[in-house]
């Protein structure tokens, strides 16, 4: 008879847990299996592991640890709840446990969304490569759950002991570092570990570490630029751009950690900061006399995506006492088109608040503009990149003219970014461009500076 790796896992372990009382083991091995799945779980997985790697010591057969996680699992919870997640779970579950049947793996749930997988023997990487790019064949095939056809990807990550680490937690910790990676490149791959991924996981892992304590210790800052109206010059309403004061490396842009944001789901909290203090500074400003100024919210996908995010808002507002029609909201293309209808729902319902909508980083996204038909917006802000060398390129003054046109033909209006000279202000103001927002007028600058310059109450530019 032969003996298999869970065997022999599995036989010490009930052997050690016997020697110490019956009743204990009986009453733990219960809680070694994840109930959702029935697989094994994450101290089912490290016992194994540690078993594994005594034998090893001995027998030199090979042991590798590959982590998969579902890439943007989080998502699919937050918008079709976490009924859908689980459901989701057990048929990865099943997929990955039918592919697995085989003595030398090992499979567990060991997380959320994560499950590990134990190969022992092995003699040579290869097999490990054809079996993870297996994996990533099978779970991209699209699941059927009630009505939904259900489309995720797995990120994976590799280590093998004793190269990439000799105690349990070392292998694991290495293996969740090649994950990591995985998912830094986009997700739907795997990567093996190698020493040169742990510092990019840990410059991540530090900052994330600093976006989460950031929150607590209030170390977030919003930073407000001045959108101007193009016919008068005068400030017509001002746009909260988040930064992040960390202890080591100064003031952080928004560029290098709302990715991240999005990705962890602090984004979440982090737009709930965002917009409860760009309300409280905006009743502020009225408290003091300050003259009164619509102030602009960049809203993620994700948030957007959120169930509640309307309540939320409402009750920001409410909470703040704030007019309504102070509030605008900046979201993106690719946060409604993939889900128009239930996205037009939202905004319809905040537009009818008094909130205004606007879309933010336009004619980067997507190609199609029959949406701009349907959707519930009030103005249009031209992506910055076609105002980029506008003046010497005869094609983008073309589009942004035709961008001009269009929005005014929905009955929209027209904000452009990022105008940083004259030669591109006189452009867009004869194309009858409302508004515009740029270096040229004021780069983002503190709520303590806004607040003196909106107390001047002067046009920033006017005609000779
Ligand atoms: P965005 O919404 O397109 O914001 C405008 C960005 O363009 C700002 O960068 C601003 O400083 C920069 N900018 C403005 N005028 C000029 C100009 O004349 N020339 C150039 N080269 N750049 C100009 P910032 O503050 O670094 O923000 C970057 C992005 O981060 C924003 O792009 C927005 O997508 C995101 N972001 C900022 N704050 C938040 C927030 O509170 N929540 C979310 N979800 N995203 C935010
Ligand atoms: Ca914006
Ligand atoms: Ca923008």
Known sequence: MTVTLSEIADNHAIEQLDKSNQDICLTDMRFFYDPLTGLPNRAKFDHYLSMLRLKDNVLNCGIAVIIIDLDKFKEINDTLGYDMGDKLIIK?????????????????RTGGDEFGIIVSPY??????EGLVKAVILAIERPFLIEDYELH????????????????????????????????????????????KTSHRKYDEAGLVREMNQALESNRYMLFYQP??????GCIDSLEALIRL???DLGIIGPDKFIPLAEKTGLIISLGEWVLRNACMQIKAWQDKGTPPMRVAVNISARQLRHRNFYEKVISIIEETEVEPTYLELEITESSVISNINSANIILKQLREHGIRVSMDDFGTGYSSLSYLREISIDTLKIDRSFLKDLCGDSGKKAIVAAIINMAHGLGLSVVAEGIETVKQ????????????????????????????????????????
């Open 123 to 128: 003699s040579m990487t290869e097999e490990i």
């Open 152 to 195: 995720v990807t797995v990120s994976i990550g590799i280590s093998q002991f004793p190269k990439d680490g000799e105690s349990t937690d070392a292998i694991k910790k290495s293996a969740g570092i090649a994950m990591y990676e995985s998912r830094r490149q986009g997700g739907n791959t795997y990567s093996f570990y190698t020493s």
């Open 227 to 232: 959108k101007i109206n193009l016919k008068t």
């Open 245 to 247: 004061q960390s202890t």
């Open 92 to 108: 990865v579950s099943e997929v990955l446990a039918s592919m697995l049947s085989n003595d030398n793996y090992i499979l567990a």
């Open 425 to 464: 202000l006189k452009f867009l103001v004869g194309e009858q461009c409302d508004f515009g927002q740029g270096y040229l007028f004021s780069k983002p600058i503190s709520a303590y500076e806004t607040e003196r310059m909106l107390g001047k109450q002067k046009p920033l530019f006017r005609w000779a």
